[in-house]
């Protein structure tokens, strides 16, 4: 299926993306994840987004199920994007952003809650290309920022994630982790933990030229 001309700036991301990232807030502990990211169309001008994660025992092996979120990604003009995403914990986000080559940076417009959500009250997202090599060959790095339960906006997530499948149509986010065979869910060299970034947070220092704040980042 050809894909839509207006998602021309967005093309970059489709597929299907498995890693690793660390993660944390003060009023948490630092945890490490598994994640797997599919990005796919129908034909119509928007991309079909699913994101899935894991918790990470210091081994790598794969542990039980931690956040899903899923939306769609829809691309305007003057390289803008409007991203909607939908939480299972009763959250909701409106994202507005810009796209500059491979990389993308959005803060939310929106974030609406239901009565028994968690206060979550804003988001900024970055994300982008790292890596030698043309986009076929890159990784895609992302940090997340939150202002949640009367904290301030600051580092809360943050990965590097390998192209596991091209993806390029509907279905591909139907898969399980692993299916690839690749193995790189597992993997995160050197080890993690409190002061000790893992390697997507390293990438994503460099992709947003700051440095992480939190308990995560040993602080």
Excluded at 62 to 72: A, K, N, R, V
Excluded at 111 to 140: C, F, I, W
Aim: contains cysteine; glycine residues 16%; proline residues 8%.
């Amino acid at each position: 299926m050809a894909i839509h001309p207006d998602l021309e700036p967005l093309a970059f991301l489709l597929g299907r993306w498995e890693g690793a990232g660390i993660g944390g807030y003060p009023t948490i502990e630092s945890f490490r994840f598994g994640q797997e990211i599919s990005f796919s169309h129908n034909g119509k001008p928007f991309l079909i987004y699913t994101s899935r994660t894991w918790r990470l025992d210091e081994e790598g092996q794969i542990g039980p199920p931690l956040g899903t979120e899923s939306g769609y990604w829809r691309p305007r003009p003057d390289s803008q994007v409007e991203v909607m995403l939908a939480h299972p914990t009763g959250i909701v986000e409106i994202y507005l952003g810009e796209i500059t080559g491979t990389r993308i940076e959005m803060a939310t417009d929106v974030v609406a809650r239901t009565a028994t959500a968690k206060e979550v009250t804003a988001g900024h997202r970055l994300y982008g290309l790292v890596g030698s090599g043309g986009p076929a060959d890159q990784d895609l790095a992302y940090a997340y920022d939150m202002a949640a339960v009367d904290q301030e906006l600051q580092p809360h997530l943050s990965a590097q994630l390998k192209r596991v499948s091209p993806g390029e149509q509907q279905g591909e986010q139907n898969k399980s982790p692993g299916d690839s065979g690749t193995g790189t869910l597992v993997p995160l060299p050197g080890p993690t933990g409190q002061g000790r970034p893992a390697r997507g947070l390293g990438v994503c220092q460099v992709l947003a030229g700051r440095r992480p704040t939190g308990r995560h980042a040993g602080g």
